[in-house]
């Protein structure tokens, strides 16, 4: 066994493998770009060795600043995780060239599974089951369309180097084909450097069911069992549990087949994962991709076998034979895993950043997280915050510690999905355990949204915090000095605050009355009564008969709080001293102005001033942790002005481009 471990990721990965490395007595390096100076993997490792700039094109994309920190820290083995390096062929390379021991397969293997076409390829030779699609040569636009009408719609389209759901359209209909394609080429290129594309058609109703694999460098190999991952946003996974529910053994035992037989044929020697589509109705079987690393679901299948499957990672890296053999592994019980990210789920998942006020995670569950109360969450990473597991006797079990834990976790600041994931669990698809890729559209055709009523509930107890708690310890209570806070009337009358709390677009006028602890809430929903006391992040609300504890967090004018279901933040300011919206303002919210909606990188900007557009036309693209947006014209026009600059970084609301609709030009 080598003795030094350099871990080349970031996050809760790097985290999960420095505890197992520092377990099995092994020293540990991290590395770090400038914005994770501060981060958890840094603080855990033996040592940590800066690698350059927040953007991961220039820190966590290097492999020479990856292999020259295993050089300076005197690692003899480095694991990439997943993501960034782990699927690229470079760094094994150069591991291989520095005499390291690279923690994953023989770069051969990474090479050709990692191209989705030769995997496809081989996949056939081995007798195993792929889609109908095409994966040829001929990449040009015209081919891909034709074949995609060969194929007949609806269709997949997917870059051929890609993972992690990065250059995957679906194509319904011919009128948004190209666009499709042009969309998935551009994402893939960025995203892998590779914008190579493969069409397969599109299963309507289809699970996702992966494969566990293990090897060792001796030729044995062995399967995990399988794992359902098929509740997924924007082909992303969000849930994921194994063994996967309601298969018959028929199909169950044909998975572990197909995935040892392709895995056996290339002589695979890791960890790895076969991923598969399985039709929900015929519960035929096609082969999807394999993915030649550890995977962020890994976790369940170690709660179900009892292996630490990054131990084992590490040991067969370093030469070590596999001990037990097929039938020695067992499957006990069930788990259940929840991506909890910094999204928007409100908003169709868009990414969210900030400060992180307060990070609660339940004691009952398994957490792997690289986050903590102060983490600044940015702009340049995967939005994943934490894996929530739960394991039960059986699924049920599972399903319900699962959910609890969902109820019982607050993070204050960046907006997470933890609300959407307790709904996600109490939908009747996934509690019969019949979850499809279709989840979401089918159980929220309109888009996820917040209950209601806790959002009301939410917005009163904010300004309910800034009435009784002011403003924050560091800045300026939003509150002192102000004169007309507090109307006070003689005779003992009650004072009155007049505020305007405002989320997002939305801004709402509220007044709170009283003195003590006894309060009553007047907004456009009603009136609400409210005996409440506030100290240490916590206020204490008795709503009728039922006293509520609701933790938060004031930075200014600015209020983050979780009431009930929702988690949100809110801006709280005195009525008298919110102005107009300057013209500037106004000029930003015309439709017109193409502005972007998060903070982000501008990863292209497609017109130029003077240039006509049509309604619908993408005029910009958006990166935001990992994600790309495609930002468009709302009607036919002229571009009058191009206002950021491609590679550039953005603020959430920035003007990007301006354009004159057609009809006002004609009018003029």
């Known amino acids: 066994m080598f003795r030094t471990l350099l871990i080349a990721n970031r996050g809760e990965i790097a985290v999960r493998i420095i505890r197992t490395a520092k377990r099995i007595g092994l020293h540990t390096v991290a590395v770090y770009s400038d914005a994770d100076r501060d981060a958890m993997h840094v603080r855990l490792a033996d040592v940590a060795v800066p690698i350059g700039p927040a953007p991961a094109r220039d820190s966590y994309l290097r492999a020479d600043r990856i292999i020259g920190a295993a050089l300076a820290a005197g690692a003899d083995a480095i694991h990439p995780g997943y993501g960034f390096l782990s699927e690229r062929t470079d760094l094994p390379q150069l591991c291989q060239q520095h005499g390291l021991v690279w923690v994953g397969p023989r770069v051969e293997a990474i090479a050709t599974m990692g191209s989705k076409i030769e995997a496809k390829r081989l996949a056939v030779a081995a007798g195993v089951p792929v889609a109908p699609g095409y994966d040829g040569?001929?990449?040009?636009?015209?081919?891909?369309?034709?074949?995609?009408?060969?194929?007949?719609?609806?269709?997949?389209?997917?870059?051929?180097?890609?993972?992690?759901?990065?250059?995957?359209?679906?194509?319904?209909?011919?009128?948004?084909?190209?666009?499709?394609?042009?969309?998935?080429?551009?994402?893939?290129?960025?995203?892998?450097?590779?914008?190579?594309?493969?069409?397969?058609?599109?299963?309507?109703?289809?699970?996702?069911?992966?494969?566990?694999?293990?090897?060792?460098?001796?030729?044995?190999?062995?399967?995990?069992?399988?794992?359902?991952?098929?509740?997924?946003?924007?082909?992303?996974?969000?849930?994921?549990?194994?063994?996967?529910?309601?298969?018959?053994?028929?199909?169950?035992?044909?998975?572990?087949?197909?995935?040892?037989?392709?895995?056996?044929?290339?002589?695979?020697?890791?960890?790895?994962?076969?991923?598969?589509?399985?039709?929900?109705?015929?519960?035929?079987?096609?082969?999807?991709?394999?993915?030649?690393?550890?995977?962020?679901?890994?976790?369940?299948?170690?709660?179900?076998?009892?292996?630490?499957?990054?131990?084992?990672?590490?040991?067969?890296?370093?030469?070590?034979?596999?001990?037990?053999?097929?039938?020695?592994?067992?499957?006990?019980?069930?788990?259940?895993?929840?991506?909890?990210?910094?999204?928007?789920?409100?908003?169709?998942?868009?990414?969210?950043?900030?400060?992180?006020?307060?990070?609660?995670?339940?004691?009952?569950?398994?957490?792997?997280?690289?986050?903590?109360?102060?983490?600044?969450?940015?702009?340049?990473?995967?939005?994943?915050?934490?894996?929530?597991?739960?394991?039960?006797?059986?699924?049920?079990?599972?399903?319900?510690?699962?959910?609890?834990?969902?109820?019982?976790?607050?993070?204050?600041?960046?907006a997470t999905n933890r609300a959407f994931l307790s709904d996600a669990l109490r939908t009747d698809d996934f509690a019969r355990g019949r979850a499809t890729t279709r989840l979401i559209a089918e159980n929220w055709p309109s888009g996820w949204t917040y209950n209601p009523e806790d959002m009301i509930l939410a917005r009163r107890m904010a300004a309910l915090v800034v009435r009784i708690a002011g403003g924050s310890s560091d800045q300026q209570s939003p509150w002192s000095g102000k004169s007309g806070f507090r109307v006070l009337g003689p005779g003992g009358r009650t004072s009155v605050s007049h505020l305007t709390v405002k989320s997002d677009a939305e801004a709402e006028a509220m007044t709170v009355a009283g003195d003590g602890d006894q309060f009553t809430i007047t907004d456009a929903s009603g009136v609400l009564d409210v005996v409440a006391t506030a100290d240490q992040g916590i206020l204490v609300a008795q709503v009728g008969e039922t006293t509520y504890r609701f933790p938060f967090a004031v930075n200014g004018h600015r209020v983050a709080i979780r009431a009930r279901s929702v988690e949100a933040n809110f801006e709280v300011r005195l009525t008298a001293d919110v102005a107009l919206e300057s013209a500037s303002a106004a000029n930003n919210a015309d439709p017109n102005n193409i502005t972007a909606m998060m903070p982000g990188l501008l990863a292209d900007v497609m017109v130029a001033e003077g240039d006509a557009v049509e309604a619908g036309q993408t005029v910009a693209v958006l990166e935001s942790m990992k994600l790309f947006t495609d930002l468009k014209a709302v009607c036919a026009g002229q571009v009058t002005r191009v206002a950021a600059e491609k590679g550039k970084t953005v603020r959430a609301g920035q003007l990007i481009v301006s354009i004159e609709p057609a009809n006002a030009a004609a009018d003029s």
């Open 137 to 414: 040569e001929d990449q040009s636009d015209e081919r891909l369309a034709a074949e995609a009408e060969r194929i007949g719609l609806p269709v997949m389209i997917k870059a051929s180097a890609g993972g992690g759901g990065k250059g995957m359209r679906p194509v319904h209909d011919v009128a948004g084909l190209r666009d499709s394609l042009i969309a998935a080429r551009r994402e893939a290129e960025a995203a892998f450097g590779d914008g190579r594309l493969l069409i397969e058609k599109l299963i309507e109703r289809p699970r996702h069911v992966e494969v566990q694999i293990l090897g060792d460098k001796h030729g044995n190999l062995v399967h995990l069992f399988e794992r359902d991952c098929s509740v997924q946003r924007n082909n992303q996974k969000l849930l994921e549990e194994a063994p996967a529910p309601n298969l018959s053994e028929q199909a169950r035992h044909a998975l572990h087949r197909h995935a040892l037989q392709l895995a056996s044929s290339i002589g695979y020697d890791s960890v790895g994962t076969m991923e598969f589509m399985v039709d929900a109705k015929t519960e035929d079987i096609f082969f999807l991709e394999m993915n030649t690393r550890l995977q962020v679901e890994h976790t369940v299948t170690e709660e179900i076998t009892g292996l630490d499957i990054v131990e084992w990672q590490l040991r067969v890296a370093a030469g070590e034979q596999l001990p037990f053999k097929q039938d020695d592994i067992g499957c006990r019980g069930h788990a259940i895993q929840a991506r909890l990210t910094a999204e928007r789920a409100d908003q169709g998942f868009r990414p969210d950043t900030g400060k992180i006020e307060l990070w609660a995670p339940p004691a009952n569950v398994r957490i792997d997280s690289g986050v903590a109360t102060g983490t600044m969450i940015g702009l340049h990473y995967d939005s994943l915050l934490a894996k929530v597991i739960a394991a039960g006797s059986d699924r049920d079990k599972a399903v319900a510690q699962l959910a609890t834990a969902l109820d019982q976790l607050t993070v204050l600041g960046p």
